[in-house]
């Protein structure tokens, strides 16, 4: 049985009285964001469902130490404490020097494109396809009456085929536009 969903600090609360790692609330935050914490464990509105979060953490828990990733813990006043030697730290520091360096190159190279643009282009699409679909109606209705059934059909079918190929034509030139002024933002950085 998974349990009732509880909030984050009540179940980080309950890891601590079991003497098991992640005991803290910002901890549980942690395991969220990196992703050893996921729905169904993690409610939409971000309580947690206790059997199913023990779950996957023991499983994440049990991946790290068997690949040998899993940093040595030590306890201060109850709370689980990860000390890292000089050498993890700077490997991790540039490990994200790394994947910072390969972000930017692929950002100028137009193939990473900020989620804001894209995300106004997409909106854009989704306006142009609801207005045109609610247009289509009333441009269609008139040509479609005293024509048979498969006339009808015939009528429509090639209508909302256009409609369709206009719109699709036009959101691929608004990402198209999206990359090419992304490129030319990284070329001015």
């Given at each position: 049985?998974e ?9 980080a ?12 609330h ?15 464990a993690?409610?939409?509105s971000g ?9 996957q ?32 730290v700077?490997?991790?520091?540039e490990?994200l ?49 005293g ?10 079918e090639?209508?909302?085929r ?14 198209a ?13």
């Amino acid at each position: 049985m998974e349990g009732a969903p509880v909030s984050l600090r009540r179940y980080a609360r309950s890891r601590r009285e079991r003497n098991l790692p992640i005991g803290t609330h910002v901890g549980v935050k942690k395991a969220i964001e990196r992703g050893a914490l996921l729905p169904p464990a993690v409610t939409a509105s971000g309580q947690i469902v206790p059997g199913l979060a023990d779950a996957q953490l023991a499983e994440s828990h049990g991946v790290a130490a068997a690949l040998g990733d899993e940093p040595t813990p030590s306890s201060t006043n109850g709370v689980l404490v990860e000390r890292l030697s000089l050498a993890e730290v700077r490997r991790a520091r540039e490990e994200l020097r790394l994947r910072n360096e390969q972000l930017q190159y692929y950002r100028r190279a137009g193939e990473l494109v900020e989620a804001a643009e894209v995300g106004k282009v997409l909106f854009a699409s989704a306006r142009s396809m609801r207005d045109a679909a609610l247009g289509l109606p009333s441009r269609i209705v008139p040509e479609l009456q005293g024509l048979s059934m498969h006339e009808q059909t015939l009528l429509l079918e090639g209508a909302l085929r256009e409609m369709l190929e206009s719109l699709a034509e036009g959101a691929a030139d608004g990402i198209a536009h999206c990359v090419e002024a992304e490129k030319e933002r990284g070329a001015t950085r």
